[in-house]
């Protein structure tokens, strides 16, 4: 695991595109696992700067979204195929029809959930999966307890997750979904590079226990130990809590420079 502990969002931010600018100039075809929420919106701009300014393509590449709410009306705005829609597909060349996300709406759950491994697995895996974390240590909407091993699948949001979300829902908890898919911490851990990002006081204590706690389904994010290849990229004060801050900057900083993240 690599900790880049940078000044702003916006420094990690740039960072993190960067690394997918470079997958896609390496392999324009690559698959890249796509989050929503707050956290990963700065890589979006990011990469639509890149995509206006320096003629970054995403025509040949495939994105897999991570979760999806069920219960919301068809086309909802913070429906999670609408967000994904809204903040990268549509501003980006990506062809169409080759952004998917869970079908958060099917009339057959769990038979949506295997089509989706399936889709992932058909498009080769996940080359590069954004990641952001719950203050409960979610990753996707992995609650507590989830299996490690755990594939697509429905699951029940805790009322701490419902809370931090009603804020896209205008602070009302009553119209905050309970049930959602998501992609389960094993079909996250087969992406071939995860990139967890957090930004801010509230996510430090989930990054403590994800670096340098133990592995436990109790803190679905410490699963990313792991992984063969796994980045956080933090903010100062999501770093805040972790013990050994230091060295990981040292070691960021003193990294040779054709390694990446
Ligand atoms: C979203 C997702 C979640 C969020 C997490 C943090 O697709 O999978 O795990 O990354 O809930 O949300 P924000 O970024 O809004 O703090």
């Not at 075809?29 to 989050?35: E, H, I, K, Y």
């Not at 009302?172 to 006081?201: F, K, M, N």
Request: proline share 5%; hydrophobic share 40%.
């Amino acid at each position: 695991m690599e900790v880049v502990v940078v000044p702003t969002k916006k420094d990690g931010s740039e960072i993190v595109g960067g690394a997918i600018a470079d997958l896609l100039t390496r392999n324009p075809a690559a698959v890249l696992g796509l989050a929503t929420g707050s956290t990963p919106l700065g890589v979006y701009d990011d990469l639509v700067r890149r995509h206006n300014d320096d003629g970054l393509s995403f025509a040949q590449a495939k994105g897999f979204a991570l979760d999806e709410y069920v219960g919301l009306p068809a086309g909802h705005p913070e429906s999670y195929r609408a967000v994904i829609q809204r903040e990268i597909a549509e501003r980006v060349n990506f062809a169409p029809g080759s952004v998917h996300g869970p079908d958060g709406w099917a009339a057959d759950i769990p038979a949506a959930c295997t089509e989706y491994e399936e889709a992932i697995n058909a498009a080769g895996g996940i080359d590069l999966q954004i990641l952001g974390v719950g203050t409960d240590g979610h990753i996707g909407f992995n609650e507590p307890i989830s299996s490690l091993a755990s594939l697509t699948r429905i699951k029940t949001l805790t009322e701490q997750t419902r809370e931090d979300n009603a804020r896209f829902f205008d602070d009302d908890l009553s119209q905050v979904p309970t049930h959602v898919l998501t992609q389960g911490v094993g079909t996250i851990l087969r992406a071939r590079h995860l990139v967890l990002l957090a930004w801010g006081e509230n996510k430090a204590e989930a990054i403590r226990a994800t670096v340098e706690g133990p592995v436990t389904s109790m803190i679905p994010s410490t699963a990313l130990q792991l992984h063969q290849h796994a980045t956080i990229v933090v903010d100062e004060a999501a770093a805040s809590l972790l013990s050994d801050r230091e060295h990981y900057k040292w070691t960021y900083e003193n990294k040779p420079a054709w390694q990446g993240i």
